[in-house]
C-alpha cells in the first residue's frame, strides 16, 4: 500500500488523511470575522478561539479525537450566535469519532455537550429580552440542538471544517465538479448549488499541498426565495416587493486548506461565505491555524 508521500511522487496526486498517533495532541488557532452591511452601514466584528485537539485512540478503523476550546476573545455583540455559545463552552471536551480515512462520524459524548448547551442558552435567552435579533437566534439555536444531528451542525462547525479535505484523493489540473444542496438561510428548502473542487497546489518534496473549493447558490431560487420571505415579513408591501426585485442577490462560499499530507496535519485554512439578500449583506471568514 502507498502511503500519502510516496503516492504523491508516483502518480503525481495526493489522498488526505489524518495518519495520527495515540496521544498526538495539536494547538489550533482560530479567527472568526463577521462583517454586517445594512444600506451601506458596514459593522465588523472579529472573535478568536484557541482550541486543542488529543487523538484519544487512533486504529485501523479510526480515530476518537477529544476536541477542546481552551480559551476565547469574544468580540462585543458578537452576531454570531455560534461563536457566543462556543464562547461560554470554554473547557467542555467534544469527544469526536473519525473514520480511518478522517472523516467526521459523530459527536460521542453529545448527551454531556448538549446539557452544558442548554444550560448556556437558556442563560442567553434571558439575558438578550432587550436584543429581539439574538433573542430569536438563541431560541432558534435551542430548538436545533434538541437533535443529535442539529447539535453536531450548530455547534461543531470549526471541527468538522478541519477534517473538511480529509478523505480524498486529489490530482492537479483537474476540477472535481458536484451538484450539492445548501442550506436555506431564511428557511425552507435548500438551494440548488454548484461546487467545485480542486488540488491548486502539490508539492511532494515538502509534503504540501493547497486544495480550494468554491460553491454558487442557483440565483434564480435563491431571489423567489428572499421575495417570499420578504412579502411574509411585510405583508406584501408593494414598495419593498419592488425593491427586492431589483436587487442583485448571491450566495457564495470559497475555502482554502494548505495540509502537511505526510502528518495530516491542515497547516492554514479559511473559509468565507458572502450573502447578499438585498435587504442584508453579510460576510463570514473563518482562519484557522494549527501551531503546533
Same mark, same amino acid.
Given at each position: 500500500?502507498?502511503?500519502?508521500?510516496?503516492?504523491?511522487?508516483?502518480?503525481?496526486?495526493?489522498?488526505?488523511?489524518?495518519?495520527?498517533?495515540?496521544?498526538?495532541?495539536?494547538?489550533?488557532?482560530?479567527?472568526?470575522?463577521?462583517?454586517?452591511? #445594512?444600506?451601506?452601514?458596514?459593522?465588523?466584528?472579529?472573535?478568536?478561539? /484557541?482550541?486543542?485537539?488529543? +487523538?484519544?485512540?487512533?486504529?485501523?478503523?479510526?480515530?476518537?479525537?477529544?476536541?477542546?476550546?481552551? #480559551?476565547?476573545?469574544?468580540?462585543?455583540?458578537?452576531?454570531?450566535?455560534?461563536?457566543?455559545?462556543?464562547?461560554?463552552?470554554?473547557?467542555?471536551?467534544?469527544?469526536?469519532?473519525?473514520?480511518?480515512?478522517?472523516?467526521?462520524?459523530?459527536?460521542?459524548? +453529545? *448527551?454531556?455537550?448538549?446539557?452544558?448547551?442548554?444550560?448556556?442558552?437558556?442563560?442567553?435567552?434571558?439575558?438578550?429580552?432587550?436584543?429581539?435579533?439574538?433573542?430569536? &437566534?438563541?431560541?432558534?439555536?435551542?430548538? !436545533?440542538?434538541? %437533535?443529535?444531528?442539529?447539535?453536531?451542525?450548530?455547534?461543531?462547525?470549526?471541527?468538522?471544517?478541519?477534517?473538511?479535505?480529509?478523505?480524498?484523493?486529489?490530482?492537479?489540473?483537474?476540477?472535481?465538479? #458536484?451538484?450539492?444542496?445548501?442550506?436555506?438561510?431564511?428557511?425552507?428548502?435548500?438551494? *440548488?448549488? +454548484?461546487?467545485? +473542487?480542486?488540488?491548486?497546489?502539490?508539492?511532494?518534496?515538502? %509534503?504540501?499541498?493547497?486544495?480550494?473549493? %468554491?460553491?454558487?447558490? *442557483?440565483?434564480?431560487?435563491?431571489?423567489?426565495?428572499?421575495?417570499?420571505? !420578504?412579502?411574509?415579513?411585510?405583508?406584501?408591501?408593494?414598495?419593498?416587493?419592488? &425593491?427586492?426585485?431589483?436587487? %442583485?442577490?448571491?450566495?457564495?462560499? #470559497?475555502?482554502?486548506?494548505?495540509?502537511?499530507?505526510?502528518?495530516?496535519?491542515?497547516?492554514?485554512?479559511?473559509?468565507?461565505?458572502?450573502?447578499?439578500?438585498?435587504?442584508?449583506?453579510?460576510?463570514?471568514?473563518?482562519?484557522?491555524?494549527?501551531? /503546533?
Amino acid at each position: 500500500m502507498f502511503t500519502a508521500f510516496t503516492y504523491a511522487q508516483t502518480v503525481n496526486a495526493v489522498t488526505v488523511t489524518p495518519r495520527w498517533k495515540n496521544k498526538e495532541a495539536h494547538t489550533v488557532k482560530i479567527r472568526s470575522t463577521t462583517t454586517l452591511n #445594512n444600506n451601506g452601514d458596514a459593522q465588523t466584528y472579529s472573535s478568536a478561539f /484557541d482550541t486543542k485537539f488529543i +487523538v484519544k485512540e487512533a486504529t485501523e478503523t479510526g480515530y476518537k479525537v477529544e476536541w477542546v476550546y481552551s #480559551n476565547s476573545k469574544l468580540a462585543e455583540n458578537d452576531p454570531a450566535a455560534e461563536n457566543q455559545i462556543l464562547a461560554r463552552l470554554t473547557g467542555t471536551k467534544m469527544l469526536i469519532k473519525l473514520s480511518e480515512a478522517g472523516r467526521f462520524i459523530e459527536l460521542m459524548n +453529545v *448527551d454531556e455537550v448538549k446539557a452544558k448547551s442548554d444550560k448556556v442558552l437558556d442563560e442567553l435567552i434571558s439575558n438578550s429580552a432587550a436584543n429581539p435579533t439574538m433573542n430569536a &437566534q438563541y431560541k432558534a439555536a435551542k430548538q !436545533v440542538i434538541t %437533535s443529535r444531528q442539529g447539535l453536531e451542525i450548530a455547534l461543531l462547525k470549526h471541527i468538522k471544517f478541519y477534517n473538511f479535505s480529509f478523505g480524498f484523493n486529489y490530482k492537479p489540473d483537474f476540477v472535481q465538479t #458536484n451538484n450539492i444542496k445548501f442550506p436555506n438561510p431564511l428557511g425552507g428548502q435548500p438551494f *440548488d448549488a +454548484v461546487e467545485k +473542487v480542486q488540488l491548486t497546489k502539490l508539492d511532494s518534496k515538502n %509534503s504540501l499541498c493547497t486544495i480550494e473549493t %468554491s460553491k454558487v447558490i *442557483d440565483g434564480k431560487n435563491l431571489k423567489a426565495s428572499v421575495l417570499d420571505y !420578504v412579502k411574509k415579513a411585510t405583508n406584501s408591501n408593494p414598495e419593498a416587493i419592488d &425593491q427586492m426585485n431589483k436587487a %442583485s442577490m448571491e450566495i457564495t462560499e #470559497n475555502t482554502m486548506q494548505q495540509i502537511d499530507f505526510a502528518k495530516g496535519i491542515v497547516q492554514k485554512s479559511y473559509f468565507k461565505r458572502a450573502m447578499n439578500l438585498g435587504f442584508q449583506n453579510s460576510t463570514t471568514l473563518w482562519e484557522i491555524e494549527t501551531l /503546533d
